[in-house]
């Protein structure tokens, strides 16, 4: 019987809790450091993601069969490459091999060198460079600051005054000198196709489509991701196929010609354009949250697919047919600024399965971060499970809170 310790805090690891949990072969979940929320399924570990001396001391005297890394933080610190030079079980990416995820001159030096699609792109060092270039490739354009964002370091300027600002956002005064990546605006159909990663062998799951804007019909600023679902009927399984022979493997196997194996769940965000799948952005790790809708549809044991992936064996995912669909509640303010510890009333009345984002527990529920709650339900059309979404969020009073109503609803 395994006994897995989970990494991390939010929706995501709560969704792989309660998926490893499932499991006929899991026997405890531990999550570190957890949040309140995710009592119901895991043992909350208060070990930062950072501390990996005291990860690795509370994994050997707890017998951990398996570490699972949530975000990408520890990952690009190298969790993987201290753990398992210790000789705990981790499946994960060296940090190394985070630098898809972690910088993304990285990513777009590895694409270019392998003919792998996305946008055409420059990499900028300072303000004077960056409004030069500006000056000549006019919106539609997208600016991304180099390092890990969550997305939020991602500005999508529809017009010139709007990438002006970004860079000097950015590039807040003279002195600061760092790479930014100006990008080829992209446009079409966006989906998030995640796989099971070792060495050359890429097994796909369902794909997601993520909602990245904070407020409906794709308004506002850049967000985490702020509502998904899966499957993703507009994208067809020809496009999903193209996909992988041109993204997804040849990203495995580029790295592993470079030297840099990646082992772990690899996640393109990917854009069906005119001109076929572009790349969007790689990440090193599950998304959130597309997670919260992927794993309830899965299957099969979470653990039993990982312990085949570090064992090579292939193996054959089966996922439920029907559709799941996630809505994020936010703190009001998120992105930016916004004020935690509020109370949330209601979560008992919910019947939906409700992961917990970011909270802490006074005398009930609180928003502790700036994506606090995700509301999943199935059903067989995506009309339904939004129907269903929306009719459980209704049961919840936490005025402090906002969410989008468009979540598939076209
Ligand atoms: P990223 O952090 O690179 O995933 O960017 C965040 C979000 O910005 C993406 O999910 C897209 O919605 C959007 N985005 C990023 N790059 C582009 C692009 N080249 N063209 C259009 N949209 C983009
Ligand atoms: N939802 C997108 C991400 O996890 O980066």
Do not use: W
């Not at 990996?52 to 994994?59: P, R």
């Not at 030069?132 to 490739?137: A, E, F, I, Q």
């Not at 952005?281 to 697919?305: H, I, K, M, S, Y």
Request: glycine share 8%.
């Amino acid at each position: 019987m395994n006994r897995i310790l989970i990494i991390g805090s939010g929706g995501r690891e709560h969704a792989l809790a309660t998926c490893f949990k499932k499991s006929p072969t899991v026997e405890k979940v531990y999550v570190a450091p957890g949040n309140p929320g995710m009592a119901d399924v895991a043992e909350i570990i208060p070990i930062p993601t950072d501390d990996f001396n005291a990860l690795i001391e509370f994994s050997k005297a707890n017998q951990i069969s398996l570490v699972f890394v949530g975000p990408e933080a520890p990952l690009s610190k190298g969790i993987v490459d201290v753990l398992s030079a210790q000789g705990i079980p981790i499946y994960g990416p060296t940090a190394s091999a985070a630098r898809l995820e972690s910088s993304k001159s990285y990513a777009k030096t590895i694409m270019n060198k392998y003919g792998i699609p996305t946008a055409q792109h420059t990499t900028v060092y300072n303000k004077s460079e960056a409004l030069k270039y500006l000056s000549v490739n006019p919106a539609p354009i997208v600016i991304k600051a180099d390092g890990l964002m969550a997305g939020k370091g991602v500005t999508v300027a529809m017009k010139d005054q709007e990438a002006i600002d970004a860079i000097h956002e950015i590039y807040h005064d003279e002195s600061v000198v760092s790479p930014v990546v100006i990008e080829e605006y992209l446009e079409g159909e966006e989906f998030s196709l995640m796989a099971f990663v070792k060495g050359k062998t890429v097994i796909a799951m369902d794909i997601a489509r993520d909602h990245k804007r904070a407020y409906d019909f794709d308004q506002g600023p850049n967000t985490g991701g702020m509502g998904a679902y899966s499957p993703v009927p507009q994208i067809s399984q020809i496009q999903i196929d193209e996909a992988m022979d041109k993204i997804m493997r040849p990203i495995a196997q580029a790295m592993v010609l470079e030297g840099n194996p990646f082992e772990g769940v690899l996640y393109g965000g990917l854009m069906a354009t005119k001109d076929g799948i572009k790349t969007i952005e790689f990440n090193a790790r599950f998304g959130d949250p597309e997670t919260e809708v992927l794993l309830p549809r899965l299957l099969n044991p979470l653990d039993q697919v990982i312990f085949d992936m570090i064992n090579d064996k292939k193996p054959q995912l089966k996922f439920d047919p029907r559709f799941a669909l996630g809505v994020v509640l936010a703190s009001k303010g998120y992105p930016r600024t916004f004020e935690k510890d509020q109370q949330i009333i209601g979560l008992e009345h919910i019947e939906a399965q409700v992961y917990h984002m970011g909270t802490s527990y006074q005398d009930g529920f609180r928003n502790a971060s700036g994506r606090v709650l995700c509301v999943v339900e199935m059903a067989l059309t995506l009309q339904e499970a939004a129907q269903k979404v929306y009719t459980e969020i209704l049961k919840i009073d936490a005025p402090q809170l906002f969410y989008r109503h468009d979540i598939g609803i076209k």
